[in-house]
């Protein structure tokens, strides 16, 4: 890409941008009717004209019915779509809305409804706009959550949500650059108020941007942490594959399919983050109230290792049968005889 952050996207840069999507058969676009989603459906109807054969496209808006402005917006995408030869469906999202945490429920049931639409359309891949900006902004409200190093590796380029794959060909990309595409091609995007209400965390910390570019911490040089912290967590998978299948040859394997054991003595002196991963991916596994979180895998490691430091402190002639018991996520985890065990935890007593 470029290095000027305010000139539009050309037609060369955009075949670049959405080669791996050349031979798909049918692709959902995501439209709010936004900068970001607007140009992103500007370019790839002009990506896929350039084209002999292209994959279908649909464009589809979710409409939150949070905003009395959004069923208008979606009428103007559909507009727009019409005028680049495209097929649009506006989705909306029904019911009663929660009183809190209203980004993130808007968040799922926006995939949902896209992955609702894929299926619909004969597709399998929802292309998104996220763009460097917005990668900037994920890796800094995942750090002040504390997040390990898979989610400070922020957004992928393509990953699976709700059964169908999600793809940000624009990841790369600054928001400046799709702003500067749209102003080109003279077309208007519409503005969300709420992307800077102050009572939601992303304004509150998209705010604090300047002042971080000010001592080099722009967009760029975070979405460059997080590329860095994606290979990082790639390579400690990895070596979590390999520790795994290790555990297994030392006696892991004995314990039932419905189960997973890992030997003390080897499990006990592989890295801290190692033995979290392994916790993490049985406990996931077999639990029933997941995903885990990690700073409650982090305690029953600390649990684990003083569990094993106080059976190494007793006389060895008449170990307890049971040296530690907790359930976390669904999961039963329990050490005796040797082995960590991880199983699914039985039902609450009361539930069904």
Not at 10 to 17: P, R, T
Not at 163 to 177: D, H
Not at 179 to 204: G, Q, Y
Request: contains cysteine; positive net charge; hydrophobic residues 45%.
């Amino acid at each position: 890409m470029r290095d000027d952050d305010n000139s539009p996207i050309s037609v060369q840069e955009a075949k670049v941008l959405f080669a791996d999507c050349k031979a798909l058969p049918a692709i959902v676009l995501a439209v709010s009717g936004g900068p970001d989603s607007l140009a992103l459906m500007w370019l790839m109807a002009r990506w896929r004209r350039a084209l002999a054969r292209g994959p279908r496209l649909v464009a589809v808006t979710v409409d939150h019915a949070l905003r009395a402005e959004a069923a208008r917006e979606a009428r103007d995408v559909k507009r727009l779509a019409r005028t680049l030869d495209l097929e649009h469906r506006t989705l909306r999202w029904a019911g009663e809305k929660p009183k809190s945490g209203v980004p993130a429920a808007a968040r799922a049931a926006r995939y949902r409804l896209l992955a609702k639409a894929a299926r619909a359309a004969g597709a399998r891949h929802v292309v998104t706009a996220h763009t460097r900006d917005d990668q900037a902004e994920t890796l800094l409200m995942r750090l002040v959550r504390g997040s390990g190093i898979a989610g400070l590796s922020a957004m992928a380029r393509e990953s699976e949500r709700d059964g169908v794959l999600l793809v940000r060909p624009l990841l790369a990309v600054p928001k400046s650059r799709l702003i500067a595409t749209l102003n080109k091609a003279n077309i208007a995007f519409a503005d969300d108020p709420t992307n800077r209400d102050p009572s939601f965390t992303r304004p509150r910390l998209r705010a604090l941007l300047p002042a971080l570019a000010e001592e080099g911490g722009d967009a760029r040089a975070l979405a460059r942490l997080a590329t860095r912290l994606a290979r990082a967590n790639t390579a400690v998978e990895v070596l979590t594959d390999g520790a795994e299948r290790y555990l297994a040859l030392k006696g892991g394997a004995a314990v039932a399919a419905n189960a997973r054991g890992f030997d003390i003595d080897a499990f006990r002196v592989l890295p801290d983050e190692i033995r979290l991963r392994l916790l993490m991916r049985a406990i996931n596994r077999f639990g029933h109230e997941g995903p885990a979180e990690l700073g409650k895998v982090e305690a029953l490691l600390e649990q684990l290792d003083r569990s094993f430091a106080q059976a190494r402190g007793r006389s060895q002639s008449k170990p307890p049968a049971r040296q530690l018991k907790r359930t976390l996520a669904g999961a039963l985890v329990s050490v005796s005889r040797g082995l960590v065990r991880i199983e699914a935890a039985p039902p609450r007593r009361g539930s069904r």
